[in-house]
C-alpha cells in the first residue's frame, strides 16, 4: 500500500459512522441512539441503505453456575465481550433462565493473570410498584442482543412500560451501563428502582475466601484479600471492583449479597422517559483507581458524548476492518475485531504497553502476550486501530534483553517467549524467557506502519530489530554457516538435554511437530564463544521456516531504513537478505520430492520426518525460485497431501505422523494457513488460493454464524479444536479476507 493508498484508504474509512444499532450508514455525523417506542419495542429507525449487518456476530448468551470459568479443558463455554483493554468482560443472560434477566452476566474479572466470574450477574435490576416486582418479561420475550461496542437488552413489562438496559465501555477500567425506562403508556407511573446481585464464590479456599463485599454511599465494592496461588488465582489485596451510581442510592449487603435502590420512586409521566447511569470498574491499585476516577466522573456526567465517542470509534474499526471484503464475509471481518478486542489488556502490572492476548476464554491464555502471536495479531490489528498494532509490539519489545542486562548479557537482543502481568520476581510460573519465538517482527512493524503511517514508530523500532537479528545469528546459528537454529537459552529451566530440546520446540511456536521428536533424532548442542562461553543451545538441524523468516525480516528492514532515508543501511539489509534467500533456497529445498524442509547441520534434509506446512513458507517469503513453487504448489493442491477437507494441516495427509486432531500433527491453523494462501497467490496461483480459500472458510466450523473463531481446527472434519476467540486467527483472517 502506498502513501496515497493508505491516505484514500483512511479518508474513505472516516465517512462512515456506527449507529448505536450497530450498522453502518454513509454520514458525517453519529445517528441517535434507538429508542423502545411507545409498546416496548426497539425501534431502529433505517436511515436510507443501511444494512443492520453486525448485530450478534457472536452469541454472547450465557450463564455460569461456578466461579471458576473453565470447562474440563480449561475453556470458558461463555463468550464475553471487553473493550478498551479491560480486565473484566460480561456476557448476555438467557432469555430461558428468568432470573438472569435484567443485568448483564458477570462480570469476567482477571485475577491478575487468571479469568474468574465474580457473579452470575452482579448489577441486576428489579422495579416494582405498589410494592410488587414487575416482570421483566410481562410483554413479552426480551431481546438480548450484541451490537459492535455494546450489549443490549430490551424489554416489555406491559401496559407501555418498557425498559432498556446497555453495557459498553468508558475507559481502561471501566463500564458504563445504563437503563433507559419509558412509559409509553397514557396513565402516570410511579416505580421504584433497586438492583441486586450476589458473589459467585471460589469452591475452596484461598481463594474462596478472597472476595468480601462492602457498601459504599454510591453504590458497592467488592475488595479482594492477598492470595498467591501461582497456577490458579493472584491477587495483591489491593484489587476493588466497585459499582458506582450517579443517582442518590442506599445500599445494604447481606452475606454474599447485596441491595442498592434508589433514593426515591421514579414518576413517570405518560410519554415520558428516565435513563439511570451506574459504572462498573475494576482496578488493581489504588493508582489505578486515582487515574481512573476523572473517567468514571465523566461516564457519569456526560453518558451520551461517552456512548458517542464509542459509537465513532467502533464504526472506524469495522469501517476500515472490512474495506475492499466481499459481502458474504464481512460479519467474519467484524466477528475478527470483536475477537481481538474482547482479548485487548491495557497496561498493568508488569505488561508496560497495551497488547492483545492470545484468548480470555482459555485459562492459560487471559492474562499474558507471546511473541509471534503479537507480531501475527498486530498485523491484522494494524488494519483497524494502528495505534493498538504498535504498543503491541511495544509490549513485547519493552523486555527485550539489554547489553547492560546482569542476567542473560548473553541474550542482548533477545525478545523472550511471553510475559505476564507477573515476572517470576512478583509470583508468576507462566513469564518465560527460556526460549524465544519465530523472528515476525518487522513484518509486523512495516504493516503497522503501512496502515498508520507513523515514521516515528519506525525510527524507535529500527535499532531494536536489528538487534534482535543479531541475536539470532550471535546465539543460533552453531556452525557460523548464515542458517540458523532454533534452540533454548540459558536459563534455570533449561536444566537437562531434555527441557532444552522442549525449550527449543516450543521457540519454534510449533511445539510438538514431528520434526522436533526425539525419537526422530531432535536433540540440541550448545553453542559458546571462541573463549568459550555458553551463549545458549541449538537444535542440530536448519529449520526453513526460520531461515525464510529471518530473510522476510531483513527485507522488511531493508524497506524501513529506505522509508527513514538510511540508505546504506538499507542496501546492506537488502544484501543480506538475498544471501538468506539464496541459502534457503540452494541448502534446504529437495529435488527428489519437490519440498523445503529442515536439514542437519551438515545440509541433509530431513525428508523422514515427513512434510510439514513449514515447506511453504518460502513462498509467502518470496525465496522459493520459480520451479521450486510449482514443485511446491502440486503438493498444495494435492488432496492427498495438504488439500485436506479443511486445507493446510501442518503436517502433511501423507505423512506417518498425520493426525488431523494433534496440536501441530495434522490441524490446521489459520496462520499456516495464511502464509499458504498468500505464497500461492505470490507466485501467481491465485486461482488456486481462491479455491484453497473458500473450502477453508466453509469447512472450518464456526467461522460463518456466531460461534467463536478457533485456535485450530480438525483437518479431516472441520471441527473446532482447543481454545476459543482465538486472536492470531481474528487477526489474520484480516488479510486473507481483504
Not at 194 to 221: F, I, N, Y
Not at 489 to 509: I, K
Amino acid at each position: 500500500m502506498t502513501e496515497l493508498d493508505r491516505r484514500r484508504f483512511i479518508s474513505a474509512a472516516s465517512t462512515l459512522t456506527l449507529t448505536a444499532a450497530g450498522a453502518l450508514t454513509a454520514t458525517a455525523g453519529t445517528a441517535a441512539a434507538a429508542e423502545p417506542s411507545a409498546t416496548g419495542h426497539s425501534e431502529e429507525h433505517h436511515a436510507p441503505g443501511r444494512a443492520d449487518e453486525f448485530a450478534d456476530l457472536l452469541d454472547l448468551g450465557g450463564v455460569p453456575a461456578v466461579a471458576l470459568p473453565g470447562d474440563a479443558a480449561d475453556n470458558n463455554p461463555v463468550n464475553v465481550f471487553a473493550d478498551l483493554g479491560a480486565w473484566h468482560a460480561y456476557a448476555l443472560p438467557r432469555a430461558d433462565r428468568p432470573a438472569s434477566l435484567g443485568g448483564f452476566t458477570g462480570p469476567l474479572y482477571l485475577a491478575q493473570e487468571y479469568p474468574w466470574w465474580l457473579s452470575a450477574g452482579f448489577s441486576r435490576v428489579r422495579l416494582t410498584e405498589h410494592g410488587k416486582e414487575l416482570s421483566l418479561t410481562g410483554g413479552g420475550a426480551p431481546r438480548l442482543t450484541s451490537l459492535p461496542g455494546l450489549l443490549r437488552q430490551s424489554y416489555r413489562l406491559g401496559e407501555g412500560l418498557s425498559l432498556r438496559l446497555e453495557l459498553r465501555y468508558a475507559s481502561r477500567r471501566t463500564a458504563l451501563v445504563r437503563a433507559l425506562l419509558v412509559n409509553g403508556g397514557h396513565t402516570a407511573r410511579t416505580v421504584s428502582v433497586s438492583w441486586a446481585g450476589e458473589l459467585l464464590r471460589p469452591a475452596t479456599g484461598p481463594q474462596r475466601d478472597a472476595p468480601s463485599l462492602h457498601a459504599t454511599d454510591r453504590g458497592v465494592a467488592v475488595g479482594f484479600a492477598r492470595v498467591r496461588e501461582a497456577s490458579d488465582y493472584l491477587t495483591d489485596g489491593t484489587e476493588r471492583f466497585e459499582v458506582t451510581h450517579r443517582d442518590r442510592v442506599r445500599t445494604t449487603v447481606h452475606g454474599d449479597g447485596y441491595r442498592t435502590e434508589l433514593a426515591a420512586p421514579l414518576t413517570l409521566a405518560p410519554g415520558a422517559a428516565h435513563t439511570l447511569d451506574w459504572a462498573e470498574s475494576y482496578t488493581f491499585t489504588a493508582a489505578e483507581r486515582a487515574r481512573d476516577a476523572a473517567a468514571v466522573r465523566r461516564a457519569l456526567a456526560a453518558p451520551d458524548t461517552v456512548a458517542a465517542e464509542g459509537e465513532a470509534r467502533w464504526a472506524g474499526y469495522l469501517a476500515r476492518a472490512t474495506h475492499g471484503v466481499a459481502a458474504g464475509h464481512r460479519r467474519l471481518a467484524a466477528k475478527s475485531v470483536q475477537t481481538l478486542i474482547t482479548n485487548w489488556r491495557s497496561a498493568a502490572g508488569k505488561i508496560l504497553h497495551d497488547g492483545v492476548t492470545p484468548s480470555l476464554s482459555y485459562k492459560w491464555f487471559a492474562g499474558g502476550m507471546w511473541a509471534w502471536d503479537t507480531w501475527k495479531q498486530a498485523v491484522g490489528t494494524a488494519r483497524f486501530a494502528p495505534g493498538l498494532g504498535a504498543d503491541q509490539i511495544r509490549a513485547m519489545f519493552d523486555y527485550q534483553v539489554r547489553p547492560d542486562s546482569t542476567d542473560r548479557p548473553q541474550d542482548a537482543g533477545m525478545i523472550p517467549d511471553c510475559v505476564f502481568y507477573n515476572d517470576p520476581s512478583t509470583g508468576g510460573t507462566n513469564w518465560n524467557e527460556r526460549n524465544s519465538k519465530p523472528p515476525l517482527a518487522a513484518w509486523a512493524v512495516m504493516e503497522v506502519y503501512r496502515y498508520g503511517g507513523d515514521r516515528a514508530f519506525l525510527r524507535e523500532m529500527y535499532p531494536k530489530l536489528a538487534a534482535y537479528q543479531a541475536w539470532w545469528y550471535r546465539n543460533r546459528d552453531h556452525n557460523g554457516n548464515g542458517l540458523a537454529e532454533y534452540g533454548a537459552t540459558v536459563d534455570p529451566a533449561n536444566d537437562s538435554a531434555e527441557q532444552r530440546r522442549l525449550a527449543a520446540c516450543w521457540e519454534s511456536g510449533m511445539d510438538n511437530a514431528p520434526r522436533f521428536d526425539a525419537e526422530l533424532g531432535a536433540a540440541t548442542t550448545g553453542n559458546r564463544t571462541r573463549d568459550g562461553h555458553l551463549l545458549g543451545y541449538s537444535l542440530q538441524q536448519e529449520s526453513v521456516d526460520l531461515n525464510a523468516y529471518l530473510a522476510a525480516d531483513q527485507d522488511h528492514l531493508a524497506e524501513i531504513a529506505e522509508v527513514l532515508g538510511m540508505r546504506g543501511e538499507a542496501a546492506h539489509w537488502r544484501a543480506r537478505a538475498a544471501r538468506s534467500h539464496r541459502s534457503v533456497r540452494n541448502r534446504m529445498y529437495d529435488q527428489a520430492t519437490g519440498w523445503f524442509y529442515d536439514t542437519t547441520l551438515d545440509g541433509e534434509p530431513l525428508t523422514t520426518r515427513g512434510r510439514g506446512i513449514e515447506g511453504a513458507i518460502p513462498l509467502w517469503t518470496g525465496t522459493a525460485s520459480a520451479g521450486q513453487a510449482r514443485a511446491v504448489r502440486r503438493k498444495l493442491v494435492d488432496q492427498a497431501e495438504f488439500a485436506t477437507f479443511v486445507p493446510f494441516p501442518v503436517t502433511a495427509k501423507s505423512s506417518p505422523h498425520y493426525d488431523p486432531t494433534a496440536y501441530w500433527r495434522g490441524t490446521v491453523w489459520l496462520d499456516q494457513a495464511y502464509f499458504a494462501l498468500e505464497g500461492l497467490r505470490r507466485y501467481g496461483y491465485a486461482a488456486d488460493a481462491r479455491a484453497l480459500a473458500d473450502r477453508l472458510m466453509s469447512h472450518a466450523a464456526g467461522l460463518t454464524g456466531n460461534a467463536p473463531i478457533g485456535e485450530n481446527y480438525d483437518s479431516a472434519t472441520g471441527r473446532r479444536l482447543n481454545s476459543t476467540n482465538f486472536s492470531w486467527s481474528a487477526a489474520l483472517l484480516l488479510p486473507l479476507l481483504a
